[in-house]
């Protein structure tokens, strides 16, 4: 059984992510990753502001934090000092969706051979439980006390939907860690990702639907089921862009 | 008069919420009080301590350095703060969840409460913090134990005010102890 | 008879905030000031105001000068990383002399740092923080009573001078919960404010808010301006509470938690016949200079207690002016000095400065 050894790019060490996150299956699938392409001398992680914040603590490879939604620009920096680098971005909804939408767009736009994996769990883990753009609509949070309500708080983002559209992004696939059967394409979708970066072909961004079972109030199971039932109703799972990229 | 308080243990344990009667009973007696929780990466770990001083005056810092009763409820909690406790103070330990050997050792004035187990009983591991209050406030006299009923009232949650009779009933234990 | 209610730092201010008569919040999740942008999610629209949580902490600062410029009380809150993205707004708001409210609920830093609490930021509060010649009026409360009294006066202060107002708290404020009295009914200051842009309705010229003049005689006069109305804000807004400095061994400044923790400093150390005085600035802009200055005459060595690495020192040094010693100290990193270190600190400098 090959595939329950300890990742080499995962350090072997105790997450502090709450029980049933998807943070910590999402840490482990992108060391898999990285080691089955056999790239752990020259990839470049950029952590991100959120429960993730120091997540390189548990990766093995090297990584730099970056300001709460400026990862794909500290990317850049680092990507085009060492273009023969595989660079990569570990973002969350907030990060991402909110405070650094301005970053991920242009990054984007500028086909930055990036890769960005985008943890969507609908809501702010770290800073307990607000409302996130990627919040359902009537999904409770502490700052939309009586459920998301669209005439007061607006929609929630679709940015796989959005950055398809952007000429930069060359793959862009959405995809879900809430069983084992998500997580092995969700695994097919971040290895493709980063062979598109490696040929050089332009951005490319995985968007993981997550749970949160701490602040969305569930068990770790029925968070599962919330993903299956809620998160993936709003956000079709599938690919947006690149399906045909032969890497 | 002037209590300084620490109480310690878990998550879960109603760490927090008991400062809050505490703090809350004050208030109601006319007393000043502050009441300032663990936050942050702290919590995650799962310990959770409070730091509750009530007093005739004007508090100074809210942060207690050196508490005249610690109110422990697991064995890291004491480890943690047991030497700060002041020499006139005293330290209300749960039997059970400290352990009677760290009890035993400790060099401070002790009391060793079954809280947690009697509270078991009781029905709800919640009653284990009014058992110790109703301890701290045979010791101390701090305020009425009248006024705890009236501090339940305003802390507990309107669906939690049934059980407020069984609250008091932990805290009468607590003060026979 | 108001009643005393036993609140978190966070919610007095967000407390404050709706009974001073704002009704518009704009905000962004940071901790430690998360208790406030939640209360204000809830109480605000029950208020009949407007809540939004913004995309960033550079958005929420610029709706507050788009509302506030529209003639409305406005205000954000953040937490030291937040309030650096808002300096730019909070220049342009300097700038176009639009009447604001922001609050910092501090943390530690620099970068990410931490989330306990900290003091870390007194000089970009009080030195600028973003571009250019400006002011803000900074007030530094130290209990919940303080948290809540001067974010109502810093709407008035805002009102009455066109500033932008700072109250400037740290973690540890914000999450403790306090003894608060509430006044029944605040009267909020009212001035009309014709400059606003409210749509002239046809009635009136039109109106622009701007910070930009491409002419430098016309931007001269502007900073000519400001630079007058900071002259009389720091005539006539100066705060700071005094308490046994008169003979005193030793005089510490300090503000916030800090001098909080110096409070008990106080009585520790009496009870080894050291006299302790305290300067509290309440305003750390307007700085208490006179009063600061005027500590020489009272004592033979100052001290400025901060959770800091030494910021509010530099300004008790310019304003002691070389007439007496002034030492410094601090902890960093979220970890506060204790009782014990403090008076260990003051004995050592004592022994050192007087003979
Ligand atoms: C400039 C700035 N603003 C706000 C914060 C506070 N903050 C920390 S994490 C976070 C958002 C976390 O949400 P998300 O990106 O969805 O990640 P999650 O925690 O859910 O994994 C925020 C707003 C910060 N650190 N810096
Ligand atoms: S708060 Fe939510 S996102 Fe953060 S570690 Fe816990 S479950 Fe995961």
Redesign the interface.
Known sequence: MPKRLHPKSLENTIMHYCPGCSHGIAHRVIAEVIDELGIEGKIVGIASVGCSYNNYLYFKFDMQQAAHGRAPAVATGVKRVHPENVVFTYQGDGDLAAIGTAEIIHAAARGEKITTIFINNAIYGMTSGQMAPTTLIGQVTTTSPLGRDTSLQGFPLKMSEILSQIDGAVFVERVSMHDVKHILSAKRAIKKAFKVQMAGLGFSIVEVLSTCPTNWRLSPVDSAKWVEDNMMEYYKLGNYKGAELEV | MNYEIIIAGFGGQGILSAGRIISVSAILEGKNTTWFPSYGPEMRGGTANCHVIVSDGEIGSPIINNPDVLICMTKPAIDKFESYVKNTGFILADMSLVGEDKIKSSKKQIFSIDAAKKAGEMGHKAYAMLIMIGKLIKETKIFKPETVEKALYEVLKPELHRLIPDDMAALAMGMEM | MPK???IKGNEAIGEAIIRAGCRHYFG?????Q?EL??YM??YM?EAGGV?I?A???IAAINMVYGAAGAGARAITSSSS?GISLKQEGISYIAGAEVPAVVVNVMRCGP??G???PGQSDYFQAVKGGGHGDYRNIVLAPN?GQELYELTVKAFDLADKYRVLVMVMAD??LG?????VEFKDKETPYKIDKPWATTGSGMKRKKNYITSVYINPDELEAVNIRLQAKYKEIEKEEVLFEETDCEGADIIICAYG?AA?????VM?LAAEESIKVGLLRPITLWPFPKDAVGSLADKTDVIMSVELSAGQMVEDVRLAVNGKKPVHFYGRTGGN?P???EILNEIKRVLEKEVK
Do not use: D, H, W
């Open positions: 005393k209610v036993l962004y999740p940071i901790t430690p998360n942008t939640n999610s809830k629209p809540f949580q995309e960033s902490e990383p970068g990410l931490g989330i306990m209990n973690g540890a999450q403790m919960m306090e003894n938690l909080r923790i110096t409070r008990n009585k506060l204790t009782q014990k």
